[in-house]
């Protein structure tokens, strides 16, 4: 018998798990995902506070920026080949690694511009992330939109390299944000009615990717919203 691979997900089928199932999924995934982002901080704190380990984080960054890529496609293609505790485990790698890349924020920014933006992430994420477990209405087509727009912000990142245009970072900012809030209620959405369960075969790797994908829109609100309201220390 062929196994099928790709299994239609709850809100492709159109169902709805009970509360009870999706307050399960939300709180497994939001759970892990707070338990990377203190790991994040943690590390942050500790590497910018060691003169040591911060040349040494501006000696392998690169290779670290290398290896953050290589874990989030890891986890993210092989979920269904992974344990539970190896994913589990890869993202806490990948949320260690954060840590150290995230050290430089508190080197370039000072403390009042870092809690601004994270008071402002958090709310924002928390108003987008509660949109997407109460609607009704399916945000299920807002995904291709999302998409098309990632493609578009990294272009206009990736130009701004080489403009080097203040106002067009701006914009590119307030899309970042934006475009992150959106992805948070998308993706709360898709772990609520059990859609990353279904994708990934159990309900612990459902947990797993959807902590890495709520830990990927938090960051990024933070940082884009970083790059709004910061003043360099």
């Known amino acids: 018998m062929i196994q ?9 089928l159109g169902v709805r798990p009970v509360t009870a199932l999706s307050v399960g999924f939300l709180s ?4 892990w ?17 060691s003169p040591s380990l911060v040349a040494m984080a501006e000696q392998w960054f690169f290779l670290v920026i290398i290896a953050q890529f290589a874990l989030v496609i890891g986890i993210s293609a092989g979920i269904r080949k992974l344990s539970a505790t190896a994913a589990l485990g890869l993202f806490l790698v990948y949320a260690a690694t ?4 995230m050290s430089f924020i508190f080197i370039a920014y000072d403390l009042p511009s870092i809690g601004a933006a994270f008071v402002s992430a958090a709310g924002m994420f928390g108003a ?16 291709g939109y999302l998409f098309m727009g990632m ?8 130009a701004n390299l080489f403009i080097h245009s203040d106002t067009l ?5 307030f899309l970042g944000v934006g475009l992150f809030v959106g992805l948070t209620a998308w993706n709360v959405q898709k772990i609520s009615r059990g859609d990353l369960a279904v994708m990934t075969g159990s309900m ?3 947990a797993v990717l959807g902590a890495l994908s709520l830990y990927l829109d938090f960051i990024n609100i933070f940082l884009f919203m970083l790059r709004i309201l910061g003043g360099r220390s």
């Open 28 to 31: 497994q995934a939001f759970a």
């Open 169 to 173: 970072g701006y914009i590119v900012s």
């Open 204 to 206: 612990e790797k459902g």
């Open 98 to 101: 954060m840590g150290v890349t």
């Open 4 to 12: 099928n691979q790709n299994p239609a997900t709850p809100s492709q």
């Open 128 to 143: 987008a992330a509660l949109y997407g477990a109460v609607t009704k209405r399916s945000l299920a087509t807002m995904g």
């Open 151 to 158: 493609i578009g912000l990294v272009i206009a990142m990736v």
């Open 33 to 49: 995902m707070f338990v990377g982002l203190l790991l994040t901080a943690s590390v942050a704190w500790v590497v910018q506070g």
